[in-house]
């Protein structure tokens, strides 16, 4: 019919398939296709079903993201879905692989629904800031009743195929597409089952008509942690149009509310991290054809609260791990940590009841370094010091099999170094995760001064393959993400010398949508590490010191910027810390003043955004929306802010450039002042979009 759809007749059946790969995105060419193969079978008196079916990897994945934001085209979605809907014979989609937003609403215009066992089907359109707009709000919760249909809508998560089936979402589970749906078809001739139109059909409408509450509990659990984003409600206030209105006038709800939200800030933001993750992924500077080594097995070297984590990711995606330790007694403790962890997640249903034992049979824990010579891919997260990595490495170098990736979980240290140390620096990298690394989706894969190509894309094919979001970085103290981070940090420390303090400082952050301040963080991770650390090197940070002094180490005290109650980590100013805080100023013979929370904001996201200018001046990071994705995934950065560079983009560098500048020179501190990119970008009135367009234009 057109080259994205195809029509054939098998016997009476017309089977459309929609062929555009890679995932059968709903373009105005398929829309198009979809629509003309429809009504030719329509027209055709030989045809007495339609069989609506996708060629490649999955059924459609959604509406085609690119065209957002750009003039519409015709034919619209929502008019296709119509014509499916209204067809006088019968059609039945068969769906494999994802069917997914656009899709899935394609499908619910359709009278019958089959899928493969392994097919999954929802409505992730709240993940790019959107609602489904084609009738999804509508259709699903006549198909499925409001409650699964407000789990699908608002929270975003597909279901499996035998979820779909118990909910009467699919009619049927069949083997394979084209040939199940094509039988399933002709059963429905054979029994002459009368066409269900899912817009006429309320019967799953009625208890949340009757009892309110199954719907507002529903929309209750699933915004539970959409702090910030307006999707997740609007999503929620259009199948509450379902219920409470008929169904054109929930259409027109529906379509109000996807108008507003597809022309807004936040989903442009998450519609850019959506293509930032995956350009993340595709790794620059790497000889065509250069494939990644096969990884079977896995080893990870210390089973402490980082490499518990990692091991547990690679034992999630199936992956057999082999969990090295110095001792009996650290390996047990290890171990004991990562069954409880699995187990707890099984109690809240988060995880099936037998998978805790399926897990944790995939991880094997050992004592001895000799125990890496079976592993493809090895990971050291041992003690964070310079000594005993180069000691690691320079034992597993002796034992590993060629051909193996070496990689060091080091949060900051210089990977050359360590790669050094073995006879194969080619096969060295670094895997950074994030803690906790069984939760957290970044992987900073550190590439280094002699990495290999293929060896950088198994880091990046195995990052992927246990669901992680990895991101490429050059060597550099702290890399991409805590490099930023301390930028920041110096800024937080230095507000508390001009007056501020740390809740002030915290609330602004997390007003603007961070999970946590930096004073929060600090009491999570611990603050005698950077005591130690500032001691070992000679340096002073006179508030910080003064509380290490008076034993308030955070969290793990019970006391840190903040006071916890026992049991609790939730962060409770103290009017202790005031006290230390005035004292320490009276000393340096400082004065306090009030700093504005707008000030506050600014510095805590400009001087970050200078130091990602830097990062992209070094070639650190590949691209802007590296750095973004390296926030997003790794530092809870809101996902409706884009990330720090998309972020900077929306403000105007011009601006940031200033105000830079007024900073550096306010606070007598020129590391401060614009890095050169930064201000040649503000020069030009350009932004980090420009910059990227200009790389991929080259
Ligand atoms: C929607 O449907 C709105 C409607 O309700 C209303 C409309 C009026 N469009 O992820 P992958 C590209 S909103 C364009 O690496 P996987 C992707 O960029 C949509 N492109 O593969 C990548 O390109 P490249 C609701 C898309 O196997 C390539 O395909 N749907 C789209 O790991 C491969 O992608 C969604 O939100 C798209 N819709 O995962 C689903 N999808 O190779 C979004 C993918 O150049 N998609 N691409 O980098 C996904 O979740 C995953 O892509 C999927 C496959 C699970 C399908």
């Excluded at 090895?378 to 002796?398: C, L, P, Q, R």
């Excluded at 246990?466 to 060597?475: E, F, L, R």
């Amino acid at each position: 019919m057109t080259d994205v759809v195809k029509l054939e007749c098998h016997d009476a059946i017309a089977i459309v398939t929609v062929d555009s790969p890679p995932v059968n995105a709903l373009s105005a060419a398929v829309r198009r296709g979809i629509s003309e193969s429809v009504k030719q079978a329509i027209a055709d008196p030989e045809v007495q079903a339609i069989v609506l079916t996708c060629a490649g990897r999955t059924f459609i994945a959604g509406a085609d993201i690119t065209e957002f934001g750009k003039p519409p085209q015709s034919p619209g979605l929502g008019d296709v879905i119509t014509e499916l809907e209204n067809s006088p014979k019968p059609i039945v989609a068969a769906i494999h692989g994802t069917a997914l937003g656009g899709g899935l609403e394609v499908a619910l215009g359709c009278h019958f629904r089959v899928a493969v066992k392994d097919a999954k089907l929802g409505l992730p359109e709240v993940k790019l800031g959107l609602l489904p707009g084609a009738g999804g709000t509508q259709r699903l919760p006549r198909a499925v009743g409001p409650e699964l249909a407000v789990k699908m809508i608002v929270g975003g998560d597909p279901i499996g195929a035998a979820v779909a089936l118990e909910h009467g979402l699919i009619d049927e589970i069949v083997e394979a597409t084209a040939a199940g749906g094509e039988a399933f078809a002709r059963k429905v001739l054979a029994e002459s089952r009368p066409l269900r139109k899912l817009r006429d059909d309320d019967s799953k409408l009625q208890a949340a008509k009757a009892d309110r509450s199954i719907f507002t509990q529903a929309v209750a659990a699933m915004t539970k942690k959409a702090r910030g984003l307006e999707a997740p409600f609007a999503a929620a206030d259009a199948v509450a149009a379902a219920i409470d209105l008929p169904f054109d006038e929930g259409m027109k709800k529906e379509r109000d509310g996807f108008m507003k939200l597809v022309t807004g800030e936040q989903s442009k933001a998450q519609r850019y991290a959506f293509f930032a993750e995956r350009e993340a992924a595709k790794v620059s500077g790497v000889p065509e054809g250069t494939k990644p080594r096969p990884v079977t097995r896995v080893a990870i070297i210390g089973a402490g609260t980082m490499g518990g984590g990692i091991a547990m990711s690679f034992a999630n995606a199936g992956i057999p791990v082999t969990l090295i330790e110095t001792g009996e007694e650290q390996l047990k403790r290890g171990l004991g940590v990562m069954q409880k962890n699995y187990d707890s997640t099984a109690a809240r249903g988060g995880i099936p009841a037998d998978a805790p034992a399926k897990r944790m049979a995939l991880i094997n824990g050992v004592v001895g370094l000799e125990h890496v010579k079976d592993a493809d891919l090895i990971i050291e997260a041992v003690f964070e010091t310079m000594a005993v990595k180069k000691e690691v490495f320079t034992a597993i170098d002796a034992y590993a099999k060629p051909g193996a990736v070496l990689a060091s979980n080091t949060s900051y240290l210089n990977i050359d170094e360590i790669a050094q140390v073995t006879k194969r620096p080619e096969d060295v990298l670094g895997m950074h995760f994030f803690s906790p690394a069984n939760v957290m989706k970044l992987c900073e894969i550190v590439r280094a001064d002699k990495t290999a190509p293929d060896a950088l894309l198994t880091a990046v094919a195995i990052a992927r393959k246990i669901a992680k979001v990895p991101a490429v970085v050059g060597v550099c103290d702290g890399f991409v993400g805590n490099r930023m981070l301390a930028a920041r940090g110096k800024q937080a420390e230095q507000l508390l010398f001009e007056g501020a303090l740390p809740q002030q400082v915290d609330a602004v952050v997390t007003k603007f949508g961070m999970p946590m301040g930096p004073f929060a963080m600090g009491d999570l991770a611990g603050l005698d590490i950077g005591w130690r650390s500032r001691q070992d090197r000679g340096i002073k940070s006179e508030i910080a010191d003064a509380l290490c002094e008076a034993g308030r180490f955070g969290q793990k005290t019970g006391k840190g910027y903040y006071k916890y109650e026992a049991g609790s980590r939730a962060p409770l100013p103290d009017p202790e810390v005031e006290t230390l805080i005035n004292d320490t100023l009276n000393k340096l013979g400082l004065k306090r003043r009030e700093v504005p929370d707008e000030e506050i904001l600014e510095r805590m996201m400009y001087p970050m955004i200078n130091e990602g200018a830097r990062i992209l001046e070094e070639k650190i990071a590949a691209r802007p929306s590296d750095i973004d994705v390296i926030w997003l995934y790794g530092y809870g950065w809101p996902i409706y802010r884009g990330g720090p560079m998309f972020y900077a983009d929306s403000v105007g560098l011009k601006h940031i450039a200033e105000r830079l500048s007024y900073y550096a020179k306010a606070t007598n501190d020129p590391t401060l002042e614009p890095a050169p990119l930064l201000a040649r970008l503000a020069a030009e009135d350009g932004s980090f979009a420009t910059l990227t367009q200009r790389a991929k234009a080259a």
